[in-house]
């Protein structure tokens, strides 16, 4: 998520600035997983400080979890109902997607690994050619001046946005499922790299083609700009392939995180299999996601730094920094 408020044309300066932060947040989460490389946060949470306080935390995961699955599900939703079929039932489109999500949950992790290997090239791919295909429209002085009105909101738009950089907090449960753990600091830090430069080109882009003055609260900005891309009245009208990369990107937010909120359960409760728990998770995502936003400015609201902002600051950065010092006195303690 990019955020358009009050950084306006400096919003890439807050682009850089929240992937600076989520890299130092990315650095914290995976230092503390791979204390523990067999094991998930809902595990050694209990081991690290006591069964009942462990638990709390735990269930904390899975609540934060959950909301993710939520959001993503509405947010899917909601691209189709405000520009293709805003005619249909909000329940089509967040059942069809967590039909497809319980399925592949069903069928494990390595499914949904499979999968985003294939979705991830065809995001990337249709995020570059819709900034390619803007340079027509780009207007390079839209970027200045710079910082003209300081820094306050650069800083405000950047802690925004770092809470969906901070989601990285989803390697404190797929850690142990790496075969190369060795390998798994440097994937995410690069993975948190890419994902900070396609933020930071996306902003500029926007800017540079819609202007500084968005809304802060308009909808799918990427969306507009795929559908002003004309390249000699011979290119043009290609938003379907934004339509097909942010699918693409909702299964995987959906699946993940339905799976790592059914997984999460199973390891809290003892259970011996997930397999019970996907329809009633999958009930209460369907359920949530429709009747808890009545629009979807509520859900926005909802989800902005204010509420889940805070929550997620605090499941990302909050609790694995208390994690971490905690097991660093009980090492000093012990030598």
Known sequence: MISFGGAKHDVWLSAILATTLGLAGVYLII??????PSQTVIQYSQQII??????????????????IAIYATRDFAELYLTYIMPETPIYIFTGVILLMA???????????ARIAEIFVPIILFVTVLGILFNIPNMNFL????????????????????????????????????????????????????????????????VVMVIGPDIPVHSNYQFYTIFRLINIANFISR??????????????????????????????????????????PIGVI????????????????????????????????????LLLLGVVYVKEKIIK
């Open 31 to 36: 230092t503390l997983g791979l204390r523990y």
């Open 50 to 67: 006591g069964r009942w306080l462990g638990g709390f935390i735990s269930l904390l995961y899975i609540t934060f979890f959950l909301l």
């Open 102 to 112: 319980a399925y592949a949950s069903v069928n494990g992790l390595e499914v949904i």
């Open 142 to 205: 839209m970027l200045l001046p710079a910082l003209e009105g300081g820094w306050r909101p650069v800083i405000v738009d950047a802690i925004v946005e770092v809470p969906y950089l901070g989601l990285a907090v989803s390697w404190l449960f797929l850690l142990p499922s790496l075969n190369i753990k060795t390998e798994a600091k440097k994937t995410l830090l690069l993975s948190i790299s890419i994902v900070g430069l396609v933020m930071f080109l996306v902003s500029i882009t």
């Open 238 to 279: 290609i938003e379907p392939l934004f339509l097909v990369a942010w699918t693409c990107t909702s299964f995987l937010a959906v699946t993940l995180f339905y799976y790592a909120t059914v997984i999460s359960i199973k390891q809290w409760l003892g259970l011996n299999t997930h397999r019970p728990l996907i329809l």
């Open 285 to 320: 995502i369907f359920s949530f996601s429709i009747l808890f936003f009545s629009s979807y400015g509520e859900l926005r609201q909802f989800f902005g730094l204010e509420r889940f902002g805070t929550i997620a600051i605090t499941m990302e950065f909050g609790i694995p």
